[in-house]
């Protein structure tokens, strides 16, 4: 059985969006956001060391994490930033 102290990466990524979707419906922007960039860069170390065949890439949580970015900024009015990661979504 799988220790519950010691999380694996899947399991660390799970924790961290539902912390930034819960903030989020809450109206705590600013928490989400935390937690929604945390949730972005593991994705995004993800790929740059597994390339194409990382997991992030190969499920689309890279992509959602992107998208999730934006809309966050998008709440918080942050146009130059919801720009941004709507581009990368793009890019994807």
Do not use: H, W
Not at 22 to 32: C, E, H, L, N, P
């Amino acid at each position: 059985m799988e220790q519950l102290d010691a999380p694996n990466s899947i399991s660390k990524r799970f924790i961290l969006d539902r912390k930034a979707n819960y903030f989020f419906k809450k109206g705590q922007k600013d928490s989400s956001l935390i937690y929604s960039k945390k949730r972005l860069s593991m994705d995004a170390k993800d790929e740059l060391q597994n390339g194409k065949m990382a997991s992030s890439v190969i499920t689309g949580n890279l992509y959602l994490s992107y998208t999730n970015m934006a809309g966050v900024y998008l709440d918080l009015n942050k146009l130059d930033s919801v720009q941004k990661y709507l581009k990368q979504a793009a890019d994807f």
